[in-house]
């Protein structure tokens, strides 16, 4: 059992297994458990949460694996379990249950609930429609919205949580989320205009100026310097080192995008945050029986966002309209009633505005009519911390009246469920004694003699009552009660100022309360004249939150319903709500009031276990039985420390669970000292040592049975794997003879008549080969193109054949470089045939030189050794090279060149220029006019290869020459030239040919 397993590092997982039980030990144990980030301890299904002021690695989808569909106690204390037990009980029962998160400001909240969140969002809608897709993201999106505009900085936490929120998430029969509800309490609107030394207004304001576009911020009159507004720099902090408002505002923009909030909408709602902006530096000076704004244009730039005109803002701020049996009478106000409407504007403004964002996120999500009655629900309370602070006001009385009801249905719930389980099996209950706060809560509420009535009372008097008076009838009514103090009920204590404070002792410690404002924030004065002044704005958005400014001024208004009893209904109406709902708690705390990871506040931490009561919650668990689990549950557990029990047991799980009692000789109720009880469905264990005990003997026989698991486990594999290779074996064998033998039909098939087709099959189509035979079929293919080649080339005709040969030779030496080399033109060889001096002068040269085949014969124009131009006749023959002499008849005019002695060939890239390299012999250059030099280069190579000679062909843009000295050849076309000709000198040569080529 995971809860019980003790380490140096993670001490005990649920304190209800602590031995001894005593505050020092609890502390210790979540000072060990904190220390090494274990954050999350037990009380049976309670969950406290210290805040680790850190990021812990600890919520990642593994995570929610581990704990989705998995009981509390089989896993590490974790917030996903109790998450995950909430949902399953939900689903598996068809009951509606809440979880209710309770703690200080900075303890954690919050982020509970956004977890919480996460997680019901990761297991559901496993099909993933659409609508349930849109529902969830618009729950887990509202979120950014709603802490922009209802959280602030304070000096106890960054993020804290300024209203009260309770969302129901609906969901259908198969467990997904189809809907929900969000429920705000009690906005701490006063921050709106006033904050506290070293704290901040609400996020948004700081979001909006530094996020915003330059453009958006011109349009609004916004400058980014937080500290230009009176209201946003109230407590002296604008920027903290944790929050990047600028990230933060497009976190917020996406949001509202999200969940579905218009265009408009969106401008209206930042409209709104900088008309507060501008009204907070709006200031009214003294004007003679009334009062005036002291710099106009401040009202200026509030009215243009919130779409009324100057005059109208400016006359709504400075009188007020009073009604009196049909009578109209316009009063003006001095100068601190007028800034006092200035404030209560821009608190209206800002809670109404929060109050239309909640609506339209409740649209967004809202359940369709009808559709609810078969869904169950799962309730999420993130509300106010317990809060004291240096000067607490009216807003930290609501506060702590809120957790005192909180702790008084945690107290009832806690104990109900207990005396209903052991009820319902059978177990005698044991009282136990703990402080009930009910003693509290009606010392607030009472209808007679509450707090809260003293304060509305006071607020519906006639005449000009203050909040002197207000003290002093709480005084004369409360003088006796114990947990309420005064100057005037306690002389001795001199912390008590006179006529200002009075101290309540709440169950979380004493809290001493400041009396000024608390009329005025009872009242929460807003005029007519405002609430008419925005109903008839040009701005659709702004008649829905001021719906109560339609009535004509003539009518009579009713005294609206004061702060505090509004905050006291919603208070009992959400009690009601939870009290039908099976609860499960998470009791955040907050370790030290440094925000630092590693420190552990002894001292602080104490404070906050005895308020929450979590030393009574274990002594009630305790009280009876230690732990309890199903017989079935049990039998599984524990089955292998009894012979009797391994491996299975065939009867009923309890006479299962017997025969394990007797082998550890376990004592059973209701026998004296008794170690454990049966009850009807569950075994309930008295003492964490015999827990111990049980979870000893099954720890030691584990590893046998991981052996034996392992061995038969293995065994089974190995004999599977072997039969599915053997299986493996014949298929593959089979059906490769298959893929064989239909491949090989399929070859066959294509190219049956192959060699009476015209192409010899050049375009038939290959059937897909196996893989295995993907290097056979390229080798097939190779061998058919071997065959189609010599049936073509057996075709051709003795001459097609060696102009074949010649081709496919210059193919290899100038496909890839030249762009033309005369692989269309016929090759005729001897072009100078025809020409009978030629004719003539070769016949006399074979009777002296031998009887040669001509293998090529054309008109050049030579380059000579004396760097003139001079026309020739080349002849190749199988070894020798002539130079014929037009000017003499075609007589050879110098030695024949013999093949044996060339080294090389050297080409121009775009003209018909030729330079041969001769072994001691001044190099050969031509320009060759007539014929085809790609031909005879071609033939000269084919002639030395027959010679057993390579003749490496070169291609160049400016070819080099040897006439005794190296020398570079360059060319180029004018179109002056007839016939080309060579110039130059002894280092630099050049050809110029006609613009034909």
């Known amino acids: 059992m995971a809860l019980f397993q003790r380490t140096a590092e993670s001490g005990i997982g649920d304190a209800i297994l602590l031995e001894p039980i005593t505050e020092d030990v609890f502390l210790q144990n979540l000072q060990l458990r904190f220390k090494h980030n274990y954050i999350y301890t037990y009380i049976g299904e309670v969950v406290i949460s210290v805040n680790p002021f850190k990021n812990l690695p600890i919520y990642t989808d593994v995570h929610v ?102 969302m129901d998430i609906n969901f259908d029969y198969k467990g997904d989320p189809v809907g929900g509800h969000i429920q705000n309490y009690l906005l701490e609107k006063a921050r709106v205009v006033h904050q ?37 720099c109230g407590g002296g902090t604008v920027s903290v080192g944790s929050i990047s408002d600028k990230r933060d505002y497009a976190a917020v923009v996406s949001a509202m995008q999200a969940v579905g909030f218009s265009p408009e909408t969106q401008k209206t709602i930042w409209a709104v945050v900088g008309a507060i902006l501008h009204l907070g530096n709006a200031k009214f000076v003294p004007a003679g029986d009334g009062a005036a704004p002291a710099d106009m244009s401040w009202l200026n730039l509030a009215a243009r966002l919130l779409d009324t005109t100057p005059d109208a803002l400016k006359n709504a701020l400075s009188f007020r309209t009073l009604a009196a049996r049909g009578d109209v009478v316009r009063t003006p106000l001095n100068m601190d009633q007028a800034n006092h409407a200035r404030d209560a504007l821009a608190k209206a403004l800002y809670d109404r505005t929060f109050t239309f964002i909640v609506k339209s996120v409740n649209d967004a999500i809202e359940v369709a009519k009808g559709g609810a009655k078969d869904h169950n629900v799962i309730g999420v309370l993130d509300i106010y911390g317990f809060e004291i602070f240096t000067n607490n006001s009216f807003e930290q009385l609501c506060i702590n009246y809120c957790n005192e009801k909180l702790q008084q249905l945690f107290i009832e719930l806690v104990l109900k469920r207990e005396q209903e389980e052991y009820l319902a099996e059978g177990i005698t209950w044991t009282d136990v004694s703990f402080f009930n706060n009910r003693i509290i809560c009606d010392m607030i509420e009472h209808p007679r003699t509450g707090v809260l009535t003293i304060l509305d009372e006071k607020c519906l008097m006639a005449g000009r009552m203050t909040d002197k008076d207000f003290l002093e009838h709480m005084d004369k009514l409360l003088s006796r009660h114990g947990h309420y103090a005064s100057r005037i009920t306690d002389r001795a204590d001199k912390s008590l100022a006179p006529n200002i404070h009075f101290r309540i002792t709440h169950f979380a410690g004493d809290v001493t ?73 998470i009791r955040c705390i907050k370790p030290n009031d440094r925000r630092s990871a590693t420190e552990f506040d002894e001292v602080r931490v104490r404070h906050q276990v005895r308020y929450l009561g979590l030393m009574e919650n274990v002594r009630v668990r305790r009280a009876g039985y230690a732990n309890r689990q199903t017989f079935s549950h049990f039998l599984d557990r524990y089955k292998v420390c009894c012979p009797q029990t391994w491996p299975n047991y065939p009867g009923a799980a309890v006479d299962g669970v017997r025969m394990i009692l007797r082998q550890f000789r376990l004592s059973v109720a209701p026998e004296p000292q008794h170690d454990v009880a049966i009850g009807k469905t569950k075994l309930f264990i ?71 087709d015209p192409h010899l099959g050049k375009f038939t189509q290959w059937p897909e080969p196996p893989k295995v035979l993907t290097g056979f079929v390229e080798n097939l293919k190779g061998i058919h193109k071997v065959w189609r080649a010599r049936l073509i080339v057996q075709r051709l005709s003795p001459q097609q054949q060696a102009q074949l040969r010649l081709k496919v030779l210059g193919s290899a030496l100038f496909s890839s470089r030249l762009a033309d080399w005369s692989l269309q033109q016929l090759w005729r060889g001897h072009y100078l045939q025809n ?107 084919r002639a030395c290869f027959l010679l057993g000679i390579f003749i490496p062909v070169e291609i160049m843009d400016q070819p080099i020459l040897n006439h005794g000295s190296l020398a570079q050849l360059s060319a180029s076309a004018s179109p002056g030239v007839t016939e080309a000709r060579f110039t130059g000198g002894k280092h630099a040569v050049q050809l110029v040919v006609p613009t034909r080529f």
């Not at 399953?88 to 969140?117: L, Q």
């Not at 049980?694 to 599977?720: G, T, Y």
């Open 65 to 166: 694996k581990e704990y989705q569909g998995r009981e509390m106690y089989e896993r590490v204390p974790h917030i996903f379990a109790l998450a995950d037990a909430a949902y399953r009980t939900m689903r598996r029962e068809r009951r509606d249950t809440c979880i209710m998160i309770s703690g200080e400001s900075g303890a954690g909240k919050t982020e509970a609930s956004k977890i919480i969140m996460r997680y019901i969002a990761a297991i559901t809608n496993r099909t993933q429609q659409r609508e349930i897709e849109r529902v969830k993201n618009t729950l887990l999106q509202s979120n950014a919205v709603l802490e922009a505009f209802g959280n602030a900085c304070t000096t106890r936490n960054d993020n804290s949580s300024r209203f009260g929120k309770y």
């Open 196 to 232: 506290q030394d070293g704290e901040r207004n609400f996020h948004v304001f700081y979001q909006l100026l530094a996020g915003a576009s330059d453009a958006t911020l011109r349009a609004m009159s916004l400058e980014r310097n937080a500290a230009a507004y009176r209201y946003a």
């Open 513 to 585: 309360y400041d009396v000024t404002g608390f009329l005025e924030k009872n009242k929460d004065t807003l005029y007519q004249d405002l609430k008419r002044l925005m109903y008839n704005c040009y701005n659709p958005i702004f008649k829905q939150m001021f719906a109560d400014g339609a009535k004509d001024e003539r009518s009579v208004n009713r005294r609206p319903i004061t702060a505090g009893k509004s905050f006291k209904v919603s208070m009992n109406a959400l009690v009601e709500q939870l009290q039908v709902k099976e609860p499960f708690y």
């Open 686 to 756: 008295a003492k964490p040592n015999t827990l111990a005990l049980l979870e000893n003997a099954r720890q030691s026989k584990i590893p046998e049975l991981v052996v034996m698991l392992q061995a038969n486990w293995r065994k089974w594999l190995a004999r599977r794997r072997v039969r599915q290779l053997r299986a493996i074996l014949i298929i593959s064998r089979n059906f490769k003879k298959h893929k064989l033998r239909t491949f090989f039909v399929r070859i066959v098939r294509a190219f049956q008549n192959v060699s009476q």
């Open 835 to 941: 020409n009978p001096a030629v004719q003539s002068s070769i016949s006399a040269l074979q009777s002296k030189l031998g009887s040669e085949e001509i293998l090529y014969s054309s008109n050049v124009i030579k380059f000579s050794t004396r760097g003139k131009s001079n026309p020739r006749a080349l002849v190749l023959t199988p070894t020798k090279l002539l130079k014929l002499d037009p000017a003499r008849d075609y007589k050879m005019g110098t030695h024949p060149l013999s093949l044996n002695s060339l080294d090389s060939i050297t080409l121009h890239r775009t003209l018909p220029v030729c330079v041969l390299q001769f072994r001691n012999e001044h190099d050969t250059v031509f320009y060759m006019s007539d014929g085809c030099l790609p031909e005879f280069v071609t033939r000269i190579a």
